[in-house]
């Protein structure tokens, strides 16, 4: 069997707005970013004008570490169309600074995909130019 490995088909590709758009832009540069309220402490993956926490509208962007673990996941044999590599592995991945994302496993066996593993983000350039956010397992677990 093979390791899991990023899209490279005709996949959808993300339409940034304008709350995402510096998620995208730090995505190219091979940093993963996330939203976080000065006022109470809380993280958010989700681009939004407030935190959800305590509805402060002073949201930092900062860089996060990139290290997490796999909260909960799939295991897909069959794409929504012939463009997507399969199989491939969706997850929730729960990041050390405090928020969630999903995103696919990439670079490991199918079978070595498991809720509570360490995963380290890597970053894969798709032929237009845009820069997808995977996770691989950490060499360090």
């Known amino acids: 069997m093979s390791l899991l490995a990023p899209q490279s088909g005709a996949i959808t590709l993300p339409v940034p707005s304008e709350l995402s758009a510096p998620f995208w832009e730090a995505c190219r540069q091979?940093?993963?970013t996330y939203l976080a309220c000065p006022t109470c402490g809380a993280?958010?993956?989700?681009?939004a004008p407030l935190c959800r926490h305590c509805n402060a509208t002073s949201l930092e962007r900062r860089d996060s570490a990139g290290r997490g673990?796999?909260?909960t996941?799939?295991?897909v044999w069959r794409g929504p169309t012939p463009a997507f590599t399969v199989p491939y592995a969706p997850a929730i991945v729960a990041?050390?600074?405090?928020?969630?994302?999903?995103?696919?496993?990439?670079g490991c066996l199918p079978e070595e995909v498991a809720?509570?593993?360490r995963v380290v983000v890597t970053f894969h350039e798709?032929?237009?130019g845009t820069v997808l956010p995977?996770?691989?397992?950490?060499p360090a677990d």
């Open 30 to 32: 091979h940093r993963l």
């Open 95 to 106: 990041l050390d600074e405090g928020f969630h994302m999903i995103s696919n496993i990439v």
């Open 115 to 117: 809720s509570g593993r």
């Open 73 to 75: 996941w799939s295991m």
């Open 126 to 128: 798709l032929p237009d």
């Open 134 to 138: 995977y996770f691989s397992l950490d």
């Open 43 to 47: 993280a958010q993956f989700n681009p």
């Open 69 to 71: 673990t796999i909260d």
